[in-house]
């Protein structure tokens, strides 16, 4: 079965400052890998997804895998305080269906 | 775009008792999802269906019942309510493997 793990539980942070966000996982036959965000009492929304080995930029985010190592982060560059929310690392098998396993989540807060 | 919506926003019910959680798609997504998010915290899949009466279930499906009537709709039924289960149910939909999945903007329940 599969068990995610993010690191760390919170994290504050400057406006400005680069923040990396961690996650580990399990199960060496999963193929696509998922950061979701999630404001206070709004909807988790994706972000951005990858399922090679390497990185993906998107604007001020970046996301790395490593397959190998069964570890793949998120990183932000220049922070804002619109930035804080939770941070969901998630995890999917190449089956029929999208099913996803979380991790419990990242409290990003940014201070102005 | 899509919009997923849940009914009610709020439930409140006495231990014990049978309740049921609604939640619609316009999307046309063939697969859609139940989780459950404790105070804060990661999301746990209850129970997925990948096609209308389908059911297939998740890592929490104890205490649950679902039912797919049509492919925009998935209800849940909590059946028989705990204090230890109060939480945000969120309901989600997703396309094609490995798409995203999107969510609703969950039903928080309270057991009294």
């Known amino acids: 079965q599969q068990n995610v793990q993010q690191s760390p539980e919170s994290l504050i942070v400057p406006e400005g400052a680069r923040t990396s966000l961690n996650c580990t996982f399990s199960?060496?036959?999963?193929?696509y890998f998922w950061w979701y965000r999630q404001h206070s009492g709004k909807a988790p929304k994706a972000l951005m997804?990858?399922?090679?080995?390497g990185e993906k930029e998107e604007g001020r985010f970046t996301i790395h895998l490593n397959k190998a190592s069964l570890h793949f982060s998120l990183h932000i560059r220049d922070s804002q305080p619109s930035d804080s929310a939770l941070y969901l690392c998630?995890?999917?098998?190449?089956?029929?269906?999208?099913?996803?396993?979380f991790g419990d989540g990242t409290v990003l807060t940014v201070k102005p | 775009g899509g919009i997923i919506t849940q009914t009610p926003k709020f439930l409140i019910g006495q231990e014990g008792q049978k309740l049921t959680l609604k939640c619609q798609q316009n999307?046309?997504?063939?697969?859609m999802y139940w989780y459950r998010q404790d105070s804060g915290k990661g999301l746990r899949l209850i129970y997925y269906?990948?096609?209308?009466?389908?059911?297939q279930k998740g890592d929490l499906s104890e205490g649950y019942d679902a039912s797919r009537e049509k492919k925009s709709s998935f209800s849940l039924t909590v059946t028989s309510a705990q204090k230890n289960e109060m939480a945000v149910f969120l309901c989600?939909?997703?396309?094609?493997?490995?798409?995203?999945?999107?969510f609703g903007k969950g039903t928080r329940l309270t057991v009294v």
């Open positions: 989600a939909s997703s396309g094609t493997a490995n798409t995203e999945v999107f």
């Open positions: 199960d060496s036959a999963s193929q």
């Open positions: 997804s990858i399922f090679s080995n």
């Open positions: 998630a995890v999917s098998h190449n089956t029929n269906t999208g099913k996803l396993t």
């Open positions: 999307f046309n997504h063939d697969t």
């Open positions: 269906s990948i096609t209308e009466n389908d059911l």
